[in-house]
């Protein structure tokens, strides 16, 4: 396998700590060759004292002999005073002297020095107890990570999620849970694998075994979309239950539904059925990365393979049958076929329906003109002496 390397950092955003004395970390994300995910805190005082040193190992590429053959990139020093604003302008510069870091030739992006800069300390794996008086504030990225210091209203509050059974973990990324445990949920990835924190514990946790505290059913899953989008499997499944879909490696399909559970409803002409998103891929997108992805981690379990599941919440999830997906699937392929005219029409993948009879409704007559001699033979004497003096 060679030696251990970075492939990717994010970051993730930045905490307001309180002890030993106010202080702002920054959370990046950092994905390893051996798509292993961890997440570390620095400060930025710390970032800067490693951009230093980076600068010393490298002097011609840090533009210190000629400054025409710089390429590490910038990073302005820190003021003597950072308060929240300044935490926060700083994080789409961060954003982009990370991404800036691993687009540099490998014998800088893997040296020693920026390795151990981003591996795991005993620090980083020490939450906030219970006996904190005032615990960290956490502040997210946006999801496009476009920030604006003039937008901050106070700290984004992370989800709490609660697990409905017992979870045994498959690997060193991944966080066990016990039936009833409490987590803040970090971040919610597509695949179904959710990044979450609990007391001293962090990794990534099946979304199928949480429930949110206030109601049963995820308020963020979004609305089926029967117009569907195009992707390709990389990855063969077969199907487990019957209201999943068995597939090859390659094959194109048209998801009509994103769960946040990891389980899409896809479909396949005429077909549509429950498939893990791990195994999809866009249409004319690089598979090879998203390969690599599920070496390590398959697809996660669904909630109705879960034994001796205890939910808080009286009624069940919301959720709509495959007979339900099939039918108004089938419906809208039978609309989208007919040709234009008259009739039920489609719009942003619903139908609507036209009102009965309109077209067929007859018109009414257009009575004929009258002719010139007949309106004559209606106008008066001294309108018809006017008309003739015109003439």
């Known amino acids: 396998m060679g030696d251990l390397f970075i492939r990717h950092i994010a970051l993730l955003g930045y905490e307001k700590r309180f002890v030993p004395s106010q ?71 961060l954003t982009e002297y990370c991404s800036a870091l691993m687009g540099l030739p490998a014998k800088i992006s893997r040296c020693p020095h920026l390795l151990d800069f981003f591996k795991v300390r005993p620090d980083d794996l020490k939450l906030p107890t219970d006996s904190q008086v005032k615990k960290p504030e956490t502040y997210l990225m946006a999801k496009d990570g476009k920030t604006n210091a003039a937008d901050i209203t106070g700290p984004i509050i992370l989800q709490t999620y609660r697990a409905i059974a017992d979870y045994e973990k498959s690997s060193g990324s991944e966080m066990a849970l016990a039936s009833g445990d409490v987590v803040d949920v970090v971040e919610k990835g597509e695949s179904g694998w959710w990044f979450c924190q609990m007391k001293a514990k962090r990794g ?24 569907g989008e195009p992707y390709v499997t990389i990855k063969a499944y077969t199907a487990v ?89 089938v419906r809208f392929l039978q609309q989208r076929r007919r040709p234009a005219g008259p009739g039920p029409r489609i719009a942003g993948g619903a139908i609507q329906e036209q009102p009965q009879g309109e077209s067929a409704k007859a018109q009414p007559a257009v009575p004929p003109r009258p002719s010139a001699d007949l309106i004559l033979h209606r106008c008066s004497e001294s309108t018809k002496r006017k008309l003739a003096s015109a003439v």
Do not use: C
């Open 23 to 93: 202080h702002y970390v920054y959370m990046f994300l950092v994905k390893w060759q051996d798509l292993s995910e961890k997440v570390v805190y620095r400060r930025f005082t710390e970032i800067y004292e490693f951009h230093k040193i980076l600068k010393e190992m490298f002097p011609i590429e840090a533009g210190d002999i000629n400054p025409e053959n710089r390429i590490i990139p910038h990073l302005p020093a820190p003021r003597w005073f950072d308060g929240q604003r300044t935490a926060e302008s700083r994080q789409g510069t």
């Open 204 to 227: 990534w946790v099946p979304a199928s075994y949480l429930e949110p505290l206030d109601s049963p059913d995820e308020a963020e899953d979004p609305e089926p979309n029967y117009a």
């Open 241 to 329: 239950e019957k209201d999943e879909v068995t597939l090859g490696e390659g094959e194109t399909i048209e998801v009509i539904h994103k769960l946040l559970d990891g389980w899409w409803v896809i479909r396949k002409e005429d077909i549509t059925g429950y498939f893990p998103s791990m195994y999809l891929q866009k249409s004319g997108q690089d598979p090879d990365q998203a390969k690599r992805q599920i070496k390590n981690r398959g697809a996660p379990p669904r909630r109705s393979s879960i034994r001796n599941a205890h939910s808080i919440h009286q009624r069940s999830r919301k959720r709509l049958s495959q007979d339900a997906y099939r039918r108004n699937s």
